[in-house]
């Protein structure tokens, strides 16, 4: 009775061994089955991830490049400016008057305080313009002796005589008093010979 007990018991411990050792194996099947899924999983999610996408790059634009003309320097001929002298105008006449003689009061002719003088000259047209109203006869230097200072000059002809006239007036205060005049062209310039008074005041004239 004891023997069967025992190899009913043994028999009953043998297929409990049993299905507790197909529960652990199918324990550590389905772990193993979960585990290879999750790293399966995970390996193909790295994959994806260690994948980068091709970032987008716009078409290039191909810019034509023409290479710059380089002017060509033309020779430029630089035309010296000679600078030609002007031309000295030389006048179509001369002017010139040459003295020829007292024709009244001489030099040294003795006169009364405040007499009236009226000088005369004789002279030449000397040169070849002839005289006309815009010549004139200018005092000089000495004394005024009362007459203006700017007076026409007697018109003549190149090559003719002339009589030059003044009309002077003797100082009040005794002495030998001496006027010069000149002779002026239109263009202002003296020329000739200068003619000149020359009196002595004196109150004890008869």
């Not at 299905?19 to 089955?33: D, M, N, P, S, T």
């Not at 105008?89 to 010139?96: A, G, L, Q, V």
């Not at 009226?118 to 007459?147: H, P």
């Amino acid at each position: 009775m004891s023997s069967k007990l025992f190899f009913k018991s043994y028999i009953t411990y043998t297929i409990n061994d049993t299905q507790y050792e197909h529960y652990i194996a199918y324990r550590i099947l389905w772990k193993a089955l979960c585990i290879i899924f999750l790293l399966t999983f995970l390996s193909l999610c790295m994959a994806g991830c260690s994948e980068q996408p091709t970032p987008y790059r716009p078409p290039t634009i191909a810019v034509q490049t023409t290479k710059p003309v380089l002017a060509t320097a033309t020779p430029t001929t630089t035309t010296q400016l000679v600078e030609t002298p002007m031309p000295i105008s030389t006048p179509t006449c001369t002017n010139n008057l040459t003295y020829l003689e007292d024709l009244s009061l001489s030099d040294g002719t003795v006169v009364k305080p405040g007499e009236r003088l009226d000088k005369r000259w004789l002279v030449e047209n000397s040169g070849t313009c002839n005289w006309d109203e815009n010549y004139r006869l200018k005092f000089m230097s000495g004394a005024e002796l009362s007459a203006p200072l700017d007076q026409a000059l007697y018109p003549a002809r190149s090559g003719s005589k002339a009589t030059l006239r003044i009309l002077f007036a003797a100082p009040i205060e005794k002495g030998t008093y001496q006027s010069a005049w000149q002779a002026y062209d239109p263009l202002g310039q003296p020329f000739g010979d200068p003619v000149f008074i020359q009196v002595v005041v004196d109150s004890l004239k008869p």
